[in-house]
C-alpha cells in the first residue's frame, strides 16, 4: 500500500510540474491521474536502501553521459548517410537479446536503442529479444551485442 500511494504521489507531483496550475479543480484531477497510473502499474513494495543510493546516482550520471555520446556519434553517422548523394544504407531488421530480468530493464533497453538515430525496436519478443530496424544493419550487427552488455551492466547497477 505504501508503494502505491508513493509512486500514486510522484505521479501527482510531476503532474503539477508539468501543469504549473494549482487550481483546485487541477490538483484533483492530478491526484486522480496518479492515483490511476498507481493502480495500471501495481507498484511492488521494495526496502529502500539509503546506502545504495549514492552509487546508484554515480551510475545513473554514468548511463546517462554513455547515452549522449552515443546518440551524438550516431547522429552524425546518420547525417554522414543522409548527406551522401550515394545513400550508403543498408536497411535492415536484426534480432538483440536484452538479457535483462525485469520488462523495466528491457524497456529502458529499448528507449536507449530508439533514441538512438538510426535504429529503432520495432517489437520486443516474449523471450525480450529486441527486433531493432537499423539504416545499416550490418554495422549495427557487428557492435549490437556489445552495445547492449554495457547497457546492461549500467541498468542493473542502477536499478538493483
Known amino acids: 500500500m505504501l508503494a502505491y500511494l508513493r509512486l500514486a504521489l510522484i505521479c501527482w507531483l510531476i503532474y503539477l510540474a508539468v501543469t504549473a496550475n494549482l487550481e483546485p479543480s487541477n490538483l ?20 529502500l536502501s539509503l546506502g545504495r543510493l549514492p552509487g546508484a546516482l554515480f551510475n545513473l550520471a554514468r548511463y546517462t553521459v554513455w547515452l549522449g555520446i552515443d546518440i ?12 551522401d548523394p550515394r545513400l550508403p544504407i543498408r536497411p535492415g531488421i536484426i534480432a538483440i537479446p536484452s538479457g535483462m530480468k525485469t520488462e523495466l530493464g528491457v524497456a529502458l533497453s529499448a528507449h536507449a536503442i530508439t533514441v538512438t538515430p538510426g535504429e529503432q525496436v520495432v517489437e520486443i519478443g516474449d523471450d525480450g529479444t529486441m527486433y531493432t530496424h537499423c539504416l545499416d544493419a550490418v554495422s549495427s550487427a557487428a557492435g549490437a551485442e556489445e552495445a547492449q552488455r554495457k547497457r546492461r551492466a549500467m541498468l542493473e547497477s542502477i536499478f538493483e
Open 28 to 47: 484533483i484531477v492530478g491526484l486522480l491521474i496518479g492515483l490511476a497510473i498507481a493502480a495500471i502499474l501495481k507498484p511492488v513494495s521494495q526496502p
Open 72 to 83: 551524438i556519434r550516431n547522429g552524425v553517422r546518420v547525417a554522414r548517410i543522409v548527406l
